[in-house]
C-alpha cells in the first residue's frame, strides 16, 4: 500500500458531520430538532462508553482521537538504518506507538528534530520487519 499523505477522516469511532440547518419562520423544524437530538445523543453516548482507536486501517484517523494509522510494509532490510514514514497529520507528531509487528523489535527514534508535519524518521534494530503504527 502506497504512503498515505492525507488522513482520512472516516470510519469506526468517528462521528457524522450535521448538515446545514435553516430556520423557518424563526424555528427549528421538526426534522432538524430531531436530528440536532439524534446527533447530541450521539455525541454523549461517544463521550461516555464509545471512545475508539478506530479499525487501524492505514491512512485513517484513530477513531475518535488526532491521530492515523500508518503501515509501514518492510523496513529496511540493514538493522538499525534510518527509514521515513509519510504521514498525514497535518503536525510535527508527539510520538507513535507500535500497534502490530510480525517479527521481535525494537522501534526507535530518528533525526527527531527532523520530524515535519507530514515526515518523521524512525530506525528499527531488526531487518525486514512488517509494522503498523498509530502516530499522534
Not at 77 to 96: D, K, M, S
Given at each position: 500500500?502506497?504512503?498515505?499523505?492525507?488522513?482520512?477522516?472516516?470510519?469506526?469511532?468517528?462521528?457524522?458531520?450535521v448538515?446545514?440547518?435553516?430556520?423557518?419562520?424563526?424555528?427549528?423544524?421538526?426534522?432538524?430538532?430531531?436530528?440536532?437530538?439524534?446527533?447530541?445523543?450521539?455525541?454523549?453516548?461517544?463521550?461516555?462508553?464509545?471512545?475508539?482507536?478506530?479499525?487501524?486501517?492505514?491512512?485513517?484517523?484513530?477513531?475518535?482521537?488526532?491521530?492515523?494509522?500508518?503501515?509501514?510494509?518492510?523496513?529496511?532490510?540493514?538493522?538499525?538504518?534510518?527509514?521515513?514514514?509519510?504521514?498525514?497529520?497535518?503536525?510535527?507528531?508527539?510520538?507513535?506507538?507500535?500497534v502490530?509487528?510480525?517479527?521481535?523489535?525494537?522501534?526507535?527514534?530518528?533525526?527527531?528534530g527532523?520530524?515535519?508535519?507530514?515526515?518523521?524518521?524512525?530506525k528499527?534494530?531488526?531487518?525486514?520487519?512488517?509494522?503498523?503504527?498509530?502516530?499522534?
Amino acid at each position: 500500500m502506497p504512503p498515505q499523505l492525507t488522513r482520512l477522516d472516516t470510519g469506526v469511532g468517528m462521528l457524522g458531520d450535521v448538515p446545514d440547518l435553516t430556520l423557518q419562520h424563526g424555528q427549528l423544524t421538526e426534522e432538524a430538532a430531531l436530528l440536532l437530538t439524534s446527533r447530541l445523543r450521539e455525541l454523549i453516548r461517544k463521550t461516555n462508553r464509545d471512545i475508539s482507536l478506530g479499525g487501524g486501517v492505514n491512512g485513517y484517523r484513530a477513531g475518535n482521537l488526532d491521530a492515523q494509522f500508518i503501515d509501514i510494509n518492510t523496513t529496511p532490510a540493514v538493522a538499525n538504518t534510518e527509514f521515513v514514514v509519510i504521514h498525514g497529520l497535518q503536525r510535527v507528531p508527539v510520538g507513535y506507538l507500535i500497534v502490530r509487528a510480525d517479527k521481535a523489535c525494537n522501534v526507535y527514534d530518528s533525526s527527531a528534530g527532523s520530524w515535519t508535519e507530514s515526515l518523521l524518521y524512525l530506525k528499527c534494530d531488526t531487518a525486514g520487519v512488517t509494522i503498523k503504527i498509530v502516530l499522534f
